[in-house]
């Protein structure tokens, strides 16, 4: 089944512990990205890759990195996470140019205290 | 002025009415314009895609286009409750292939 993977779903972590959230995808997708997405601000994008080893930052990158060793997979890293870092994540690949869409994954729910 | 704008409702319907979601955007060399439909803590999911003025149909569902006005719009025919959900308008920013979104707008129809 042709999907994005995104772990762990849920994650309760204290300020300033290290953590990194995985997204994989196996549709041999170009193009991958990472939003959060708070109320009353919607969706916003974080970082994106166009392929591998070529990533690049989105509106909201403060915090955050990310690396694209191999092209199915799109690590969010947050060195050292605050609580305004809680918010939900998603992953999103797309097989070019970002002009047929963006297919996401599931989800991640991070709360940090 | 914001690149994606939607009213953020919420919007409600009776069930078998039209439901029509408004869209707005400032970038004028935007080409690709897209419709994701969010239930409530789930991921979006694309439900149709844009690329030329006009209108475009698949099923229950119309977008609409008009690249001079800057605006696209979506319509939902015969409104059913599971239609209930937020609709997020995305454009495609630049030539790098960043899918920007606009805040959504929350649609609820009442049986």
């Known amino acids: 089944e042709a999907q994005v993977t995104q772990n762990p779903r849920y994650l309760i972590t204290v300020t300033g512990k290290k953590l990194t959230v995985t997204c994989s995808q196996n549709m041999n997708h170009e193009y991958m990205s990472w939003y959060r997405q708070d109320p009353g601000l919607g969706l916003r994008q974080i970082y994106y890759s166009m392929n591998v080893e070529v990533t690049d930052k989105g509106d909201v990158p403060e915090g955050y990195k990310v690396s694209r060793k191999e092209k199915r997979n799109f690590p969010l890293i947050l060195e050292s996470p605050s609580p305004n870092q809680t918010s939900l994540y998603f992953c999103?690949?797309?097989?070019?140019?970002?002009?047929?869409?963006?297919?996401f994954g599931s989800g991640t729910r991070l709360t940090v205290v | 002025q914001k690149e994606v704008e939607q009213n953020s409702g919420p919007l409600s319907v009776p069930e078998g009415a039209i439901a029509s979601l408004n869209c707005t955007y400032s970038?004028?060399?935007?080409?690709?314009f897209f419709w994701y439909r969010q239930y409530s803590g789930k991921s979006p999911e694309l439900i149709m895609s844009i690329y030329s003025n006009g209108d475009k149909e698949d099923g229950r569902f119309t977008a609409q286009l008009n690249k001079a006005s800057q605006y696209v719009s979506l319509l939902i025919r015969d409104s059913q409750p599971s239609d209930s959900a937020t609709y997020l308008c995305?454009?495609?920013?630049?030539?790098?292939?960043?899918?920007?979104f606009g805040k959504g707008t929350k649609l609820s129809v009442k049986p």
């Open positions: 995305a454009v495609i920013r630049g030539s790098q292939g960043n899918l920007i």
């Open positions: 999103a690949s797309s097989p070019q140019g970002g002009g047929l869409g963006y297919t």
């Open positions: 970038d004028r060399v935007s080409q690709s």
